[in-house]
């Protein structure tokens, strides 16, 4: 797969499983969990949250979207792969990482096809977060909240 050991090496797995896959099931638990209690491990490493943009910039390079015109796979892999990010987003403390993230997050949102995706699917903290990664994009995005519509561009 990716031949530099690197944190988050295992980012793309969960995608390129379902993609391999014959049959898949969605279970509503957790059954893979990651632990903090080493102060070393990636987790932990602010600077790791790029191995894990690098490892989603790897994947995205040997499958591009849409996956097999599979519409709906590849809206589900692209969420997966926006959680990812903003998770490691959110856990970044420098300012001049989180700054340099979404500038390499917004390099590979640009080369990805969202306009053949069902963006709709994303939560709305996702869609948040492709806004202040792309903002003013071509693509509206409307998600019905629980008192009003609101609109994002992303």
């Known amino acids: 797969m990716i031949e530099d050991r690197m944190s988050f090496i295992d980012a793309p797995f969960h995608i390129i499983t379902l993609l391999k896959a014959n049959k898949v099931c969605n279970l509503a638990e957790a059954l893979y969990f990651y632990y903090k209690d080493n102060p070393n491990q990636s987790v932990q490493n602010e600077k790791a949250s790029f191995d894990g943009l690098n490892a989603e910039k790897w994947f995205y390079n ?13 809206s589900y892999c692209f969420k997966a ?13 420098s300012s001049t990482y989180k700054q340099d993230f979404l500038i390499q997050t917004k390099e590979l949102l640009q080369t990805l096809k969202l306009n ?10 996702h869609i948040d977060f492709c806004h202040m990664v792309l903002p003013k994009s071509q693509i509206i995005l409307k998600i019905k909240t629980n008192t009003f519509l609101k609109t994002f561009f992303i």
């Open 81 to 93: 792969t926006i959680c990812h990010l903003h998770w490691d987003y959110c856990r970044l403390k």
């Open 62 to 74: 040997h499958y591009p979207l849409p996956f097999n015109n599979d519409k709906k796979l590849s």
């Open 116 to 125: 053949k995706l069902n963006l709709k699917i994303l939560d709305p903290h």
